[in-house]
C-alpha cells in the first residue's frame, strides 16, 4: 500500500499534487479526512477517483486485485459510520473484501447475536462505538479472532468526546482486545488487514 495522505490541514492544491506523485509510482490510492473542496479538486484533476461520502475518503484503484474476507467492521449506532466506513474504505483499498455489521450496539444486543455465526469467522474485527464503550468488551468475548477497539467521539457530555469509550476499551476485561485512538478508523482498517494478510500468509505456509 503506497502512503496514505491525510486530507485534514492541507489545501486542495497541495492535496492534488500529493496525489499526483503517489499515482505516479503506485496504482492506488487512499485520501483520508477529505473536505468538500478538495474532493472537487481531486475529482476533476483524477478522473477514475472515487469519493466515499460517509467515511470522507477518496480511493483510486487501477489494477484489480484478489480481495479475500476475513475483516468485519462493526459499528454500536448510526452515528458511528463515519469511522467505521473509513476503517472498511481502507481495509477495502488495501485488499480486502470487508464485511459491515452496523448497528448492533449493546442497547439492542439481540441483534449483534443475530450476527454471531458471521462474526466467528472472522480473522479481524474493528469494532467502533462511543458513549460508554461496551461493544468492543462483549464482541471480544464471543469471539476468538483479535477485536480492533475504535472509540469514538460521538455521545453526551459525560462521554469527553471519545475520552469514556477510549478509557473503557482500554480496560477491557476480555482478552484479545487492541485500541486505536479516538476516531481513527484508518488505523483500524489498516490493522485489520495486516492481521488478516499475515493470517492467510501464514495458513498458506
Not at 75 to 84: M, S
Not at 140 to 156: C, F, R
Request: aromatic letters at 2%; charged letters at 20%; a negative charge.
Amino acid at each position: 500500500m503506497p502512503e496514505v495522505i491525510l486530507g485534514l490541514g492541507k489545501t486542495p492544491e497541495q492535496i492534488v499534487a500529493i496525489a499526483a506523485a503517489l499515482l505516479e509510482r503506485a496504482d492506488r490510492l487512499l485520501v483520508t479526512r477529505v473536505e468538500p473542496a478538495a474532493v472537487e479538486a481531486l475529482t476533476a484533476a483524477i478522473p477514475d477517483a472515487k469519493y466515499h461520502e460517509i467515511a470522507r475518503c477518496v480511493t483510486v484503484e487501477r489494477t484489480a486485485v484478489p480481495k479475500p474476507d476475513g475483516v468485519i467492521v462493526l459499528c454500536a449506532g448510526t452515528a458511528d459510520l463515519p469511522v467505521a466506513e473509513e476503517a472498511a474504505v481502507t481495509a477495502e483499498i488495501i485488499g480486502n473484501d470487508v464485511r459491515r455489521v452496523y448497528d448492533v450496539g449493546v442497547a439492542g444486543l439481540h441483534r449483534l447475536l443475530d450476527q454471531l455465526s458471521l462474526l466467528r469467522e472472522a480473522r479481524a474485527l474493528v469494532v467502533v462505538a462511543g458513549m460508554e464503550g461496551a461493544l468492543p468488551s462483549v464482541v471480544a468475548g464471543l469471539v476468538n479472532a483479535p477485536v480492533i477497539a475504535v472509540p469514538t467521539s460521538i455521545g453526551y457530555g459525560a462521554s469527553f468526546r471519545g475520552l469514556a469509550p477510549l478509557l473503557a476499551m482500554l480496560n477491557s476485561c476480555a482478552a484479545g482486545v487492541g485500541v486505536v485512538n479516538i476516531d481513527n478508523g484508518f488505523g483500524a482498517g489498516y490493522l485489520a488487514a495486516s492481521i488478516n494478510r499475515t493470517a492467510l500468509t501464514s495458513r498458506a505456509d
